[in-house]
């Protein structure tokens, strides 16, 4: 495992790395675009493919580190099961986000060691905005330049809770969570990553997933809100009441564990 001063000293250059694939996404963001439909019906363009290249060639000139990166996604489990650490990449989250031109959608680089993640960036090109975190070094949200330290401070004393989801898609296990909480809660709508740097930087207090999501759409976001001192817990169907009350006593999510990359469902909680 990289020791927290060797992550450090390849911070800067990640997210230097992460602020070139912004600018290549931003360069085809302003103008006219081809979309393609992958295998399972997602969105693809350009822009994936270019922020892809940009930070494939960042990270191999910084790093021996194998890469995950959503767009080279075709690695055998059983080559991945041999790697403790390596790169996991999402060159463009939040796709959709970006096809409707509403800004918000991020580029994602996480460093992961021993199945958890030890450091990531978050940059969302349009909004200018990076967030930076290595685990047991604390996290920064830097907006056009001006960098502050992050925390998710629990606001005990708030009348209600920010609970990240949809305005206009409450699902029935959202309204669960919800009414398993201790106070009135009221929605956040967020796009991409930044659903769980909103919890990271104290802006939100949860954010229940119960959808599929796959590890690089989360692993950067992930380290973010590790390294803020906020809590990534998987979330069940059956301990919703219990992870809404005591989000400590459940299982940290983790990744690389099995041929799958979809994620369990989960619990950004501060």
Known sequence: MPSINEITLLQPQVEKIAIAAGNAILSIYERDFEIVTKTDESPLTEADLAAHNVIIA???AISDLPILSEESADIPWSTRQTWDSYW?????DGTKEFIKKNGEFTVNI???SGGTPVFGVVYAPVLDTLYSGVVGAGATKTVKGEATAMSPALRSDASVYHVVGSRSHQSPEIQQFIAAL????ELVSMGSSLKLC???EGAAHFYPRLGPTSEWDTGAAHAVALAAGATVTELSLETIADSATNPNSQTPLRYNQRESVLNPYFLVSC
């Open 58 to 60: 960042g990270l191999e």
């Open 88 to 92: 996991l990449v999402d060159p463009l």
């Open 110 to 112: 996480a460093l992961i």
């Open 182 to 185: 201790d106070k009135e809660a």
């Open 198 to 200: 909103l919890v990271a």
